[in-house]
């Protein structure tokens, strides 16, 4: 069965320090991994998309590994900001001709002053 | 672009009554999909659509759900008849082939 596990659940870090999230998947035929952010109350918005071929790509401070042998991504934040307060939900695409995206069940990152 | 359009943002009905839900996907894009989202079960797919053809439906609950695609503009999700536990916050996103899929706003729907 295709799956997108996520960790840590949640998350809470102080303003400045910084942080990696998890995701493994079991999505095959893979196509790319997609990272987002989810405001509260908003749809989600696309971070980096990755392609079986990259291992790493960057958004100012975010920074997205992929691992395609073990099948891991982690998504670092540098510096973090009080507005990095979201959920980030890691998103696999498989292959199989539909783009169709299997959704993890996020992480919710709270950042303090 | 206005990006992608749903439409209301917010929706209260009674359990029983029949609810719409619409979408606009990004115009050129090729694929619709919508979704569900709820604190316990985060987002589930419920359907989506390729070129106005919908090609996974299993993720639709029950019959009570159902799904068009008229055309490349304009898509509805239909509830009826709609029950509490249908309450959540329904988006609707749009992509084109492989690239980056963009999200609407998303309609809270909220059944008593």
């Known amino acids: 069965k295709n799956q997108v596990e996520q960790s840590p659940q949640s998350l809470i870090i102080l303003e400045g320090k910084n942080c990696t999230l998890q995701c493994n998947y079991t999505v095959s035929p893979f196509s790319n991994l997609r990272w987002y952010k989810q405001d509260t109350g908003r749809g989600p918005v696309s971070l980096t998309i990755?392609?079986?071929?990259?291992n790493t790509k960057s958004n100012g401070r975010y920074t997205a590994t992929l691992d395609a042998d073990t099948k891991q991504s982690s998504l670092h934040i540098t510096a973090s900001q009080l507005s990095d307060s979201a959920s980030y939900i890691c998103v696999v695409s498989d292959s199989g001709g539909y783009n169709k995206l299997i959704f993890g069940a996020g992480t919710r990152l709270a950042v303090h002053p | 672009d206005a990006g992608v359009i749903q439409s209301p943002r917010h929706e209260v009905t009674e359990m029983g009554q029949e609810v719409t839900l619409r979408c606009k996907p990004i115009?050129?894009?090729?694929?619709l999909f919508w979704y569900r989202q709820t604190m316990m079960r985060g987002l589930e797919l419920l359907i989506y659509f390729n070129n106005n053809v919908p090609i996974d439906d299993s993720g639709m609950p029950e019959d009570r759900f159902s799904a068009k695609m008229p055309n490349a503009s304009f898509s509805t999700l239909k509830i009826q008849p709609s029950e509490p536990r249908d309450s959540a916050v329904y988006f609707c996103a749009s992509i084109l082939g492989q690239n980056e899929a963009f999200f609407g706003q998303g309609t809270r729907l909220t059944v008593v």
């Open positions: 990755m392609t079986f071929s990259e």
């Open positions: 115009s050129g894009h090729n694929s």
